[in-house]
Each structure stands twice: as structure tokens, then as C-alpha cells.
């Protein structure tokens, strides 16, 4: 690989004990003894309940403990013994709280009661339900429609997100910006025009068939630790795991099973990626098309010689259309281009190629390292081409798998949390529910905050997450909130979107999903889609954090029954009574995907939705898969790694869920104690004259005339490409620029940020980040730059 790297520090591989200390050591500080862990081993069963954390389906023959270090963090986040109370909103302003950090506000445990902002005191007040369902339904239900954005972040479930875009179609509006919209809405525009479904096409029985994995733009030791289990698995069989990444994560190199007595005595652990690319950020589109060009090639040459064909023909002539111009366009792409823009070899490509070819049935999955960016619709389809070429979609052992992000955002989208609804589905709803829903499209995430900037928001409606922090452009945006008419968040823990406020706001607290949700007497059952389609129920058990918290139906019925009660007959007390109701409606809703609903969430494992292209039937206008490609392209951003600045990559460590932080710590890439860092070729470091540890300020480079920039970052050498660096969400979200995003579906392009890096100036305030050593203690104090 190229000079200057420094290769990460000889460390033990992750999983093993560290894995076991870190779950440990988390329980005890939220003080959570989990029943002697029972809630653990209910996680992820037919009967208990789906984990919070991640998209990765659950087997239908769980191990006794189906969990990963990351999921029983997040559970144990959210079983905390910490509370929130009235109390400790009295003791501090909204000013105040906005200097602590985003751990030190989560780390004060779950909200209690709701609350309502006081201007008079700048504090947040404990407010009864009823009395703040009438005022937020008073003020909602004399806007103009077109004026009120309801946001949902991923871990709501089917049946609150469907009652919740029920609501907001009720109030008359489409804008449902969605925490997708910032995620894998990449994938759910770009893939259908390829294959005609924007979900993933493989089950775990096809990773259990597959005789080779390529893993781009993802970090699966982290953010979806129980794949790797299954690549564990395949790595012990000698199957080959291909990695394009631009960082060598610890995870995808060497992984040691906790559940392998012997790995775990020896601590020795298993390699994971039998080849492991490191690309240039952005360098995806070329990689693959390079691939594709290796594998035409080598068919050609089998061609002339009369060998047996590399291609799948059959698969080609009957299923694919756009194939002869994709393959003259590879067939014409030079080597030294596709050097230039991947910062990968020739022989290194040819390489994957080969193991492509070699592989009867391969699978190819991606994460967030190739939808954020402004072309990530075009490498997608381009991991597709390459799939094509040998007839790897819809066949046992096969697929294309996009991991998705949180634990129930692909079904949100599928129950209608949708900004551009289709006549289809509104014509059911609306005979459904007896009611006309807007037709005209609304907001997504990016356009919400497009509209905030305008000035063009009266209220905003949130379902959990964490808007304000998440989103690009954050002090831009973040600057105009308090114009807004009225905030509403319906939340587990106290956040910074919750101390950016409208004029009015209130904070709702729910249960969280590991809660025990009883109505009418009885317990209640929620359901979630994984990222296989897999639809199965989930049913909490420990007791709610607090008497007042409420199940998100409970509080969206009530939410809409002051605001929208006498524009459609709706019994909501009835469908809150008994969630099997809820899911009787979204049957009728949406017959084709959900027939018979009740009755199959019962079988173990979940029930899968449809999937044409699984079967290889093509949703598209040619009706056939497509090879898709623009001529010339050669990059997944606009720049190229001459240009005087650096891209850079904006991830998450192995301590934090998005914008939850649970620790300082990021084990895996050997950083304790600290969030500010920038991690960094150390030829990129010399050339800009710095030295490991120096503290620097990031500034925009994104050419628009916005100064943006955040300080406070310490340097650190990191085995990644030049031009090249990464640094933590959402401590860097001041510098992704709002317009820089993937051109079909506005997913903000937060793998490659522009930014230039400067030493620090001394006497500068270099950080936003308050001194959190109280809640804290084993973080040192932030270091002082020098000059
Ligand atoms: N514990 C935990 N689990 C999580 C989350 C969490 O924060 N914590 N978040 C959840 C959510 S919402 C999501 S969306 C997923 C995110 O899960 P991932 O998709 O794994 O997300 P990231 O860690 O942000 O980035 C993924 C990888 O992309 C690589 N990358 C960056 N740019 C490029 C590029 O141009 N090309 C290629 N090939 N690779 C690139 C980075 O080096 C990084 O390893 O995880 C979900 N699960
Ligand atoms: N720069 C940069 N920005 C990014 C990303 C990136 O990689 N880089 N990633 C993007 C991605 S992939 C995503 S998905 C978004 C995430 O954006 P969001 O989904 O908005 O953010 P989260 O951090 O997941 O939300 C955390 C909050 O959710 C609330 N919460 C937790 N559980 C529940 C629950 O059960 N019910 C309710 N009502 N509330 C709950 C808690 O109050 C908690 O504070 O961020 C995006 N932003
Ligand atoms: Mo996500």
C-alpha cells in the first residue's frame, strides 16, 4: 500500500475479552444489573424483544445469546437507573444545558415526565399530558399544513410510524423528513432503477450459501456486530471476504469470537478480509467499474480461445438490459485513470476480479461509506453492474445487501413515512380511514432544513432522534429554530435538538423499546423490518423508566385527537387499546406486503416482504435488471485528491449510537478519552507541517463563501489513504455544507466533507465541548494548542 501510512498499532483482534470487559463495565456504569442479564438473552428471540441498535436480522435459531457488545450497550443506555427528572430541569436553564456535552446530556438518564419550555425562566416545566396534547393541538391544527414538519427517526415502529404519518397526513401535510433521508436513502433511490426494488435482496440463508463476500463503505465490527458472527464463520471456512475501505478497521482485519471458548482462551482471533483494499474516499464508482472491466476482459479473452465463458450469458440475454454499452464503456476505460481516482493498483483490482470469478455465488453489501456522497446512487450501481455480470442477483447464495442503519428504519419507510407517497398507497388510506390525504409531495430531511433556513417552518414535530444534531449545516440551520413556531420531540433521553427550541416546546418521554407497553390491561406487541425484509414483533419486558412515560402510539393517538378529531372518523383510544388493530389497518393499507399480519408474526424468525428482484422480476421501465453508468464519470464527489484540501470522512467510534455517545472511548482505532480527533495520513500531516497530537481547526472548503469551521481536534496518524482523513459525528456536522449531497436523493454526502486543516492558534477558543470531567472522571482534560 501506499507510503506514509502508519499501520494501526499492533493490537489484539477485536471482539474476545475486550468485547466482554466493555459490556460489563457499561452495565455498571448506568448501574443496570439486567436481572442477572435475563434481559440480555431475551434480546432478539420470537418472544422477546428486537434490539435497539442495529438493522441485522435475527436468526430463526438464535444462539443462546443473540447480542453483540453494541446492542447490550444500547439496551443497558436505555435500562439506565438514571433519571431526568422536573427536578433536574429546575436546577438548569436551557443556556446552560446547551454547553454540556451530548454525552453528559444522555448520560443523565431517561426523561420522566413531559415537559414544557418557559420563557420567563428559560427552563424546562413538568406539564400534564392532557394539557399539553391541547396546546400542541390547538396551535398545530390552525397552521397551514404546508408549514409543519414531522420528523421520524429509525427505532419507532411499524405501528407508530404508520399512526404517525396518519397524523400528518391528517393535518394535511407530506413532509415526513426521516432519518433515512441522511442514511440509506442513497439506496432507496438509486437501487430500483437497477434492479426495480430499493431493499436488499438476500436473506441469512444466502449468507449461509454464498462462496464469497464483498464488504464496501461499511464498519460491521461496530456498527452491526452480529454479522460478525457470519463472517467469523465464513472467514474459519476459507472463504473469501473482500473489504474495500479507505481505514483499516480493526474489526474487518482480525475478529475474535465471544462465543469461541477456544479463540477466547488462546486470544487468538480469526483474520476477516482475505483482501483488504484501501481505497481513496469516493474511489468506489472506478473500483468497481475497474473490477468490471477485469472480469469483461477476462470473458473476451475466453471468448477468442474458445474457453468456457466467465460471463453469464443466459442471465444477460434474459434478465439485464444496457449490457453491450456498459461493457464497450469499461472495455474503453484506461487503467492509469482508474489508478488515479481509486488509489488502488491495477494488479490489486485485477486481483478482486479474480476472486469475483473464481466465486459461484457472491453476495456484495454496503453501508453509509457508499451512500454519502454526492454520485453514492452511481457506485451503487455500479456494486450492481458488477453482480449482474455473473448472475449474482436472485439466486440461492447471491445478492446485493445493503446494511441499513437503525433497527427499524426500512419499515418505517414501508408503513408510509414517505415525502413523495405514491396514489396507490394514499387511495387505500384514505379509504381505510375515510379521509383525503394531500396529494402534493412534502419535505425530505434536506429540504426540511431548507425551508427552516427560509424561515418557512411554523412547527416541527419529532419522533425520537436527534435532529438538530444530525443533520448538515448544523449552526446554519440550528441559528433559525428558534423562529420556529413550536418544537415538539417525543424522546427517551435529553438531547441537543431538545435545547434548540421554537417559541413553544415540549419534550414527550416514551418507553423505549425494552419496556414492558401495556394497554388496556394488556401486554402489547410491537413489529420491526430488518435489513432482509424480515418483518417479526418485539415485546419489552423490564418496567418503564417512569409511570408517566407513554408507548409513542399512545402519545400519537393522543396528539391527534387534539389536533385532527373531526377530519376523519378515527376510534384512536380503540387502536391504542390493542396494537393487532393498528396492524389490521396497515393490512388493509397495504394488502400485497402485509396479508395476514397477525397471524405471521408469530413464526419464528419474522415473515419476509416481497422482493421481485430476489425472484428476478424486474420493477423497472425495461422491465430487466439494468446496467447503469454515466459515461465519463470518474469520481463519487468533485474532487480530486490534487485539490489543495482533504475529504474528509465524518464516522462513527465503537462507543456511540449516531448522536448517543456512551463512552470517550473508540477501542478498535486505539483512541481513549477523547472524541476530538482527526485521524490522518502521516504524509498529509508533515505536508501541512503538523505533528501527531497537534491540535488543529477544520475549515470548509466547500467553495461556497460560508465560513464554517470547528477546532479543537488532535492529530492522529492513521493508516488511510492521502488526501484523505476522518473524525467523529456529530462533532463535525458545522462542516458538512447542507448543498453537498447525493444528487438523487439528498442524502447529505458526509463521507467526503471538504475541509482544509490549519494549526490551532494559541489563546483561540478551539472547542464547543465543554470540560465534562464531572460526569466523566476518566476523560483527561481537552489538551491546550500550542502554536
Ligand atoms: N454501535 C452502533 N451501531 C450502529 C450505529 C452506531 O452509531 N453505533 N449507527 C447505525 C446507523 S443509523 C447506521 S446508518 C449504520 C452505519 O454503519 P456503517 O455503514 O458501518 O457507518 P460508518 O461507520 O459511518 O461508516 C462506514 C465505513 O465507511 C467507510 N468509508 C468512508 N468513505 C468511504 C468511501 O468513499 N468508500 C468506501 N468503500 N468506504 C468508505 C469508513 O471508513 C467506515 O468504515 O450503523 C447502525 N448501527
Ligand atoms: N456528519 C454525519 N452526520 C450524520 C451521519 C454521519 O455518518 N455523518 N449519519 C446519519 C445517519 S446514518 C443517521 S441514521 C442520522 C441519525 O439521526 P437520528 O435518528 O435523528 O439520531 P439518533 O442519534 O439516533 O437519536 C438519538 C435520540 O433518539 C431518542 N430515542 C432513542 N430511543 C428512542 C425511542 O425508542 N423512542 C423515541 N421516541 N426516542 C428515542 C433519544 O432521545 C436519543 O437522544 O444521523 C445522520 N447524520
Ligand atoms: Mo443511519
Request: include cysteine; charge should be neutral; proline fraction near 6%.
Amino acid at each position: 500500500m501506499g507510503e506514509g501510512r502508519k499501520s494501526v498499532p499492533k493490537q489484539p483482534p477485536a471482539g474476545g475479552w475486550g468485547a466482554l470487559n466493555a459490556v460489563e463495565r457499561h452495565l455498571g456504569r448506568q448501574k443496570v444489573l439486567l436481572k442477572g442479564n435475563r434481559t440480555l438473552l431475551s434480546m432478539n428471540k420470537p418472544d422477546g424483544f428486537d434490539c435497539p441498535s442495529c438493522a441485522w436480522p435475527d436468526p430463526k435459531k438464535p444462539h443462546i445469546a443473540e447480542y453483540c457488545e453494541n446492542g447490550a450497550k444500547a439496551v443497558a443506555w436505555e435500562a439506565t437507573k438514571k433519571r431526568t427528572t422536573p427536578e433536574f430541569f429546575s436546577r438548569h436553564t436551557v443556556e446552560e444545558l446547551k454547553n454540556w456535552s451530548d454525552f453528559a446530556l444522555e448520560d443523565k438518564g431517561r426523561l420522566t415526565h413531559p415537559m414544557r419550555y418557559d420563557p420567563q425562566t428559560d427552563k424546562y416545566e413538568p406539564v400534564d399530558w392532557e394539557t399539553a396534547f391541547r396546546e400542541i393541538g390547538g396551535f398545530v391544527r390552525q397552521l397551514d399544513p404546508k408549514r409543519v414538519e414531522l420528523y421520524t427517526s429509525g427505532r419507532t415502529s411499524n405501528e407508530a410510524a404508520f399512526l404517525w404519518q396518519l397524523y400528518g397526513r391528517l393535518i394535511g401535510t407530506n413532509n415526513f423528513p426521516d432519518c433515512s433521508n441522511m442514511c440509506h436513502e442513497t439506496t432507496t433511490v438509486a437501487l430500483p432503477e437497477s434492479i426495480g426494488v430499493g431493499k436488499g435482496t438476500v436473506t441469512l440463508g444466502d449468507w449461509e450459501e454464498c462462496d464469497a463476500v464483498f464488504i464496501l463503505g461499511q464498519n460491521p465490527g461496530t456498527n452491526s456486530p452480529r454479522m460478525m458472527g457470519y463472517l467469523h464463520d465464513m472467514a474459519k471456512r476459507g472463504i473469501p471476504i473482500v473489504t474495500f475501505n479507505p481505514l483499516k478497521e480493526r474489526a474487518l482485519v482480525k475478529f475474535t469470537d465471544p462465543q469461541s471458548p477456544i479463540e477466547m482462551l488462546t486470544g487468538t482471533g480469526q483474520t476477516i478480509s482475505s483482501s483488504y483494499f484501501q481505497l481513496r474516499t469516493g474511489g468506489d464508482i472506478m473500483a468497481m467499474q475497474g473490477m468490471c472491466k477485469a472480469v469483461i476482459a477476462a470473458d473476451d479473452a475466453a471468448r477468442a480461445t474458445g474457453g468456457p465463458r466467465i460471463l453469464d450469458v443466459g442471465f444477460i440475454a434474459e434478465h439485464t438490459h444496457g449490457f453491450k454499452a456498459f461493457a464497450d464503456y469499461v472495455r474503453g476505460l484506461s487503467w492509469e485513470q482508474i489508478e488515479r481516482y481509486t488509489a488502488l493498483t491495477r494488479q490489486q483490482i485485477e486481483q478482486a476480479a479474480d476472486i469475483y470469478m473464481k466465486a459461484e455465488r457472491v453476495i456484495a453489501c454496503w453501508g453509509i461509506g457508499i451512500t454519502q456522497h454526492r454520485r453514492g446512487g452511481d457506485a451503487m450501481q455500479q456494486i450492481v453492474n458488477l453482480l449482474l455480470l455473473r448472475g449474482n442477483i436472485g439466486r440461492p447464495g447471491t445478492g446485493a445487501c445493503p446494511i441499513r442503519g437503525h433497527s427499524n428504519v426500512q419499515g418505517d419507510r414501508t408503513v408510509g413515512i414517505y415525502q413523495k407517497p405514491k396514489e396507490p398507497f394514499l387511495a387505500k388510506l384514505d379509504a381505510a380511514f375515510g379521509f383525503h390525504s394531500p396529494r402534493e409531495g412534502g419535505h425530505d430531511t434536506a429540504e426540511c432544513c431548507e425551508a427552516v433556513l427560509r424561515g418557512e417552518v411554523d412547527a416541527f414535530l419529532a419522533m425520537g432522534g436527534n435532529f438538530f444534531r444530525a443533520i448538515p449545516d448544523i449552526e446554519r440551520v440550528g441559528a433559525k429554530v428558534p423562529e420556529i413556531g413550536m418544537t415538539v420531540h417525543v424522546a427517551t433521553k435529553l438531547n441537543r435538538s431538545h435545547l434548540i427550541h421554537g417559541k413553544q416546546a415540549y419534550i414527550l418521554p416514551a418507553l423505549g423499546r425494552t419496556e414492558l407497553d401495556i394497554q388496556n390491561g394488556n401486554k402489547q406487541t410491537v413489529t420491526v423490518e430488518d435489513s432482509f425484509s424480515m418483518v417479526h414483533g418485539s415485546t419489552g419486558m423490564l418496567t418503564p423508566a417512569s409511570e408517566h412515560c407513554r408507548s409513542e402510539p399512545w402519545i400519537i393517538a393522543g396528539l391527534a385527537k387534539a389536533t385532527v378529531a373531526d377530519r376523519a372518523r378515527i376510534d384512536w383510544d380503540l387502536l391504542v387499546s390493542d396494537y393487532s388493530l393498528i396492524r389490521d389497518k396497515i393490512e388493509a393499507v397495504l394488502p400485497e406486503q402485509f396479508a395476514d399480519y397477525n397471524a405471521r408474526i408469530k413464526t419464528p424468525g419474522g415473515f419476509r416482504l416481497p422482493n421481485g428482484a430476489s425472484v428476478r422480476k424486474w420493477d423497472t421501465p425495461t422491465g430487466k435488471a439494468n446496467f447503469l453508468f454515466k459515461p465519463g464519470q470518474t469520481d463519487q464527489d468533485d474532487d480530486t485528491p490534487e485539490a489543495p484540501h482533504l475529504q474528509l470522512m465524518t464516522l462513527r467510534s465503537h462507543d456511540q449510537f449516531n448522536t448517543t455517545v456512551y463512552s470517550y472511548n473508540d477501542r478498535y482505532r486505539g483512541v481513549s478519552g477523547e472524541r476530538l480527533v482527526v485521524f490522518m495520513n502521516e504524509q498529509d500531516i508533515a505536508g501541512l507541517g503538523l505533528s501527531e497530537g497537534a491540535v488543529i481547526e477544520f475549515t470548509s472548503a466547500a467553495g461556497d463563501g460560508i465560513d464554517r469551521r470547528v477546532g479543537g481536534f488532535k492529530v492522529v496518524a492513521y493508516d488511510v489513504p492521502q488526501g484523505c482523513c476522518a473524525a467523529y459525528y456529530p462533532e463535525t456536522n458545522a462542516l458538512l455544507p447542507l448543498s453537498h449531497r447525493d444528487e438523487r436523493s439528498n442524502t447529505p454526502a458526509a463521507k467526503s466533507v471538504p475541509v482544509r486543516i490549519s494549526a490551532a492558534r494559541p489563546g483561540k477558543p478551539v472547542s464547543s465541548e465543554p470540560d465534562v470531567a464531572e460526569t466523566y472522571p476518566d476523560r483527561p482534560p481537552l489538551t491546550v494548542p500550542t502554536a
